[in-house]
């Protein structure tokens, strides 16, 4: 049905009307892509003016078009468009950071959590979010570092055993940044935020995410305060060809 041009081929559950929509002239070439690409940066300073619900409609409707790992369905999007809501949590943010100090400075516990987790998230914890919340980065006398006095929030979440949940949260995270930007929106990917919902109640309750979902990733969302005149071209140097 994706392909036939007399619209011909049918098939059982499935409408023309109702299940497709007729593709766009694709009138990008690569050399504007990347220009998108390079424009586009994280973007962690937002000026004091809310989003309207509508553009972040807009934002969402970019993800029905991404890739997926399997069952999209089983996915779950929370907006959080509400400033006053999203520093309701910033307390509890900021305990828990403090209480990963504790935890990784308490032998037996820093044991515990090195044999819960994965490789990946115990080095992550141990080599980034450690240092920056010893240091102190993320206490609230210094100003809102975590969610970066953005306007919005947007959490990907999904119940623990459904399929594929992780890649599809990183990739409609992805998705969201990309519509963002082209909306003239600056964003960026938070981790703490979903760690702590799966950790501290009081997070979890305040954004209304379910007992059994486990959050994966958030985008902080809001009109850029800078505008930048350039960017970091990071070179990856891990690329091997096999020819």
């Known amino acids: 049905m994706a392909v036939c041009g007399s619209k011909a081929i049918t098939v059982n559950g499935l409408s023309y009307a109702n ?3 007729d593709l766009p002239e694709n009138n990008i070439d690569y050399n504007k892509f990347v220009d998108f690409l390079a424009n586009r940066r994280s973007v962690r300073n937002f000026k004091d003016k809310p989003i309207p619900n509508h553009i972040i409609d807009k934002i969402l409707d970019s993800i029905s078009y991404a890739p997926y790992g ?7 999007i929370t ?6 809501k999203i520093e309701s949590v910033l307390p509890h943010l900021e305990k828990f950071l403090d209480n990963i100090v504790k935890w990784i400075e308490n032998p037996v516990v ?12 115990f080095n992550t914890l141990i080599n980034h979010l450690y240092p920056m919340a010893k240091l102190g980065n993320y206490k609230l006398e210094f100003g809102d570092r975590i969610t970066r006095n953005a306007p919005a929030l947007i959490i990907f979440h999904a119940k623990r055993d459904a399929e594929s949940h992780t890649d599809n949260s990183l990739i409609y995270a992805t998705y969201t940044m990309l519509a963002a930007h082209s909306i003239g ?10 760690n ?4 501290v109640k009081e ?3 305040i954004f209304l995410i379910p007992d059994e979902n486990e959050a994966v990733m958030s985008v902080i969302i809001g009109y850029p305060k800078f505008k930048y005149k350039r960017t970091i071209k990071r070179k990856n140097k891990n690329i091997q060809w096999i020819d």
């Open 203 to 205: 997070v979890r309750d």
């Open 196 to 199: 702590a919902i799966n950790k």
């Open 70 to 76: 399997a069952e999209p369905n089983k996915m779950n």
């Open 19 to 21: 299940d497709f929509i």
């Open 79 to 84: 907006v959080v468009n509400d400033r006053k």
């Open 185 to 194: 929106l600056g964003a960026s990917m938070i981790g703490i935020v979903p």
């Open 110 to 121: 820093y044991y515990m959590i090195k044999r819960r987790n994965d490789p990946e998230k």
